[in-house]
């Protein structure tokens, strides 16, 4: 039995947690903060619950296997991982309603719509590519077990490589349909020329895999994580701050701890702060930050509003350019979640957030800074409201890039500094580990980007394979 110490109680922290402490180490998470599910923690804004980080779920085979790691792991142990945290998921409708300069689809395509046909010739291409996608989230790259599902991707995209060059090569889709389905690529945090040909497909395999919500809200995966961790022996510290790591030593400002292997889930550079004792800054070239409106509404939403909507800019070049220069751009790429009293969450109102793609500049924002008071009500007209959705806001609250770099990625990068190419999507396994440090794994959304919920989950299962290999 090896003692392990969790760097963060984020949904990878304490996944990687779970499944060690259930094969039978001695695991403590420490965790700067009050609550469990780092960016996905749940706030509270006039009385009612609502949930920051990731709002919806895709590829939920990859909860599926890792529920069923956590069982194998403890097949002596009397309690299965269903009964201890059981969860349950609710499909949404539709992928999202899409709004592009003049045009107002949903995903999948309506059969009415002038898009209807390339749409469905797409989908039925990618469709397939749901399952290899989903093993490759759950195995090394390097493993033989993946080298089926990689070669189907092969065969797929050829030798183009990059989302954009692919899509670029599709001559009967439509040039703004395109521009939707690329601009899924700043789920990774980067623009579409800098990401695996992989992620064009991720609109159509959402599309017929479909997407959804826990019912309680996306925490409740931090939850359950926390209750299957708790159930294994793990001991959870929080709000605990580490001010120094080295080696195996952990000191914070009130403990210290000794471990054979850590696990760190957080951002890279922040990791390394803490080892050499120099302030980290922000990488030069760093994925995307967000401007996150958590909002609390008086009367509902025109009965034809979807749970979630993505308004996209007329200009994504000028978006994805202004992003990599850290700049904010003329318009922006904004997902509106909107929830119903009584859906989803158990709340008497109606909620709604609005999240804005921003750059990571560590700048602090609010609802009255005149770039996003333009851009909600820009939002507002793109949704056919007859007014801006602020003048709907009981109350509110705002999370920047100054919040999220405060305790994250410095500059407020959800993901950190961006990646090269070929350490994208599923092909992330040098960040795991570094040979002059066998003593420290690393799991985390900026160990692997894209993807969401499923990567940090499979990314987790992936990276402390190995040192479960070891005993």
């Not at 299965?80 to 995903?107: P, S, W």
């Not at 952990?250 to 210290?256: E, F, P």
Request: charged share 20%; aromatic share 8%; hydrophobic share 40%.
């Amino acid at each position: 039995m090896s003692q392990v110490i969790v760097l963060g109680a984020g949904l990878s922290g304490l996944a990687s947690a779970a499944l060690l402490a259930r094969a039978g180490h001695d695991v403590t998470v420490i965790e700067r903060h009050s609550w469990l599910g780092g960016k996905s923690r749940r706030v509270e804004v006039a009385g009612q619950i609502m949930d920051t980080g990731p709002a919806l779920v895709t590829f939920t085979g990859v909860w599926e296997k890792l529920l069923a790691s956590y069982d194998k792991l403890g097949e002596k142990q009397p309690k299965t991982a269903r009964q201890i945290a059981d969860l349950e998921f609710v499909k949404l409708n539709e992928l999202g309603r899409y709004y592009y300069k003049d045009e107002i689809t949903d995903l999948p395509v309506k059969p009415d719509h002038k898009w209807s046909e390339p749409w469905q010739r797409f989908e039925k291409d990618h469709a397939p590519l749901t399952g290899p996608i989903t093993e490759l989230l759950t195995k090394l790259p390097l493993d033989p077990r993946a080298f089926p599902s990689l070669a189907k991707l092969q065969k797929r995209y050829g030798f183009r490589l990059t989302t954009s060059w692919y899509l670029n090569a599709i001559k009967w889709l439509p040039q703004d349909l395109k521009d939707i389905i690329a601009i899924h690529t700043l789920n990774a945090g980067i623009a579409p020329n800098r990401t695996l040909a992989l992620y064009a497909s991720m609109t159509a395999v959402m599309a017929t895999d479909g997407i959804r919500v826990p019912v309680g809200g996306v925490n409740e995966i931090a939850q359950s994580l926390g209750k299957l961790a708790t159930a294994a022996g793990v001991t959870i510290k929080l709000e605990e701050e580490i001010t120094k790591i080295s080696r195996r030593q952990i000191t914070t400002k009130t403990s210290s701890y000794s471990a054979d292997y850590i696990v760190s889930s957080l951002d890279p550079q922040v990791l390394e702060a803490l080892m050499t004792g120099k302030k980290a800054s922000p990488a030069r070239t760093r994925s995307c930050s967000g401007i996150a409106i958590y909002a609390v509404l008086d009367s509902p939403l025109p009965e034809s509003t979807v749970t979630h909507s993505v308004v996209m800019p007329d200009e994504p070049q000028d978006l994805y350019q202004k992003l990599e220069a850290n700049e904010l751009p003329k318009q922006t790429m904004a997902f509106v979640n909107y929830y119903k009293a009584n859906e989803i969450y158990p709340n008497n109102k109606p909620t709604v957030a609005v999240l804005l793609t921003a750059p990571a500049d560590g700048k602090h924002y609010d609802i009255n800074h005149p770039w996003v008071k333009n851009e909600v009500e820009r939002i507002s007209k793109k949704m056919g409201l007859s007014k801006s959705i602020v003048s709907q806001f009981e109350d509110h609250l705002v999370l920047d890039p100054e919040y999220f770099g405060s305790w994250g990625a410095p500059g407020g990068a959800l993901y950190g500094a961006t990646k090269p190419i070929w350490q994208s999507g599923p092909f992330h396994n040098p960040q795991y580990k570094n040979p002059l440090r066998p003593w420290l794994y690393r799991v985390g959304a900026s160990v692997h980007p894209g993807g969401g919920i499923p990567a940090v989950l499979g990314g987790a299962m992936n990276s402390i394979a190995g040192l479960l290999g070891k005993h």
